[in-house]
Nanobody, 120 residues
Framework: QVQLQESGPGLVKPSQTLSLTCTVSGGSITTSGYYWNWIRQPPGRGLEWIGY???????YYSPSLKNRTSISRDTSKNQFTLQLISVTPEDTAVYYC????????????WGQGTQVTVSS
């Protein structure tokens, strides 16, 4: 029932900010007990967790990315966003948003993913 869809520019220039939006339907991002995650998969590599925002608005980020990452939300639009600053070609990846039930340690709903290429 819950659906997630990523959107945003597919091409970002080095040193600029990568900005993506996840639009959620079929459920509210403020519903108690859920975390809303961003995950990425670089070419030829495995999935890398970026961070999440909780139903109450708290955020938590991967230690390797926390200095460059900001996740926020717009509850009126039922959306949450990812901003990754100072990007390099190493940030090229397919970016996913996903819903996680607290303490279940798995993503029960995924977006389709969106390709983001960092290139000049």
């Amino acid at each position: 029932q819950v659906q997630l869809q990523e959107s945003g520019p597919g091409l970002v220039k080095p040193s600029q900010t990568l900005s993506l939006t996840c639009t959620v339907s079929g459920g509210s991002i403020t519903t108690s007990g859920y975390y809303w995650n961003w995950i990425r998969q670089p070419p030829g590599r495995g999935l890398e967790w970026i961070g999440y925002i909780t139903y109450s608005g708290s955020t938590y980020y991967s230690p390797s990315l926390k200095n460059r990452t900001s996740i926020s939300r717009d509850t009126s639009k039922n959306q949450f966003t990812l901003q990754l600053i100072s990007v390099t070609p190493e940030d090229t990846a397919v970016y996913y948003c996903a819903r996680e039930r607290i303490r279940h340690y798995e993503y029960e709903d995924w977006g389709q993913g969106t390709q983001v290429t960092v290139s000049s």
